[in-house]
């Protein structure tokens, strides 16, 4: 298999899982709004933090980002994932406010 038919498939799997998550954050965002907060609340909250536990580990760089390395030597910032440039270069950030909010939103809802 060619370096770029692997890199696709990277691209693919990493995809797959950015919209997993993108999942995982509307769900917390439509349990924060409609006051719905149970148990996969939590789960998902988990999901998340472990994420975030994982790209501490390996120092802010997704792991998948390290193995579509291998077939790369692309600059961009979306050389790994099926994404704008933008989009891929502020992803974490963009999360990360994301994230922080809905949990903001979360605990109102568990102090009403």
């Known amino acids: 298999m060619s370096p770029d038919v692997k890199l696709n498939i990277v691209k693919w799997i990493h995809s797959v899982i950015w919209v997993f998550f993108n999942g995982v954050i509307v769900y917390l965002y439509y349990a924060a709004i409609s006051g719905n907060i149970d148990y996969w609340v939590w ?3 988990g999901v998340i933090l472990l994420e975030g536990i994982v790209l501490l ?3 802010k760089s997704c792991p998948i980002t ?3 390395r291998k077939y790369s030597d692309s600059t961009k910032e979306n050389f790994d ?3 704008p440039n933008w989009l ?3 992803n974490k950030l963009i999360y990360t406010i994301l994230f922080v909010i809905v949990l903001i939103m979360l ?3 568990l102090l009403q």
Do not use: M, P, T
């Open 57 to 59: 580990i390996f120092k």
């Open 43 to 45: 789960i998902a909250i």
């Open 81 to 83: 994932i099926f994404l």
């Open 88 to 90: 891929a270069k502020y």
């Open 66 to 68: 390290l193995v579509a």
């Open 107 to 109: 605990l109102f809802r």
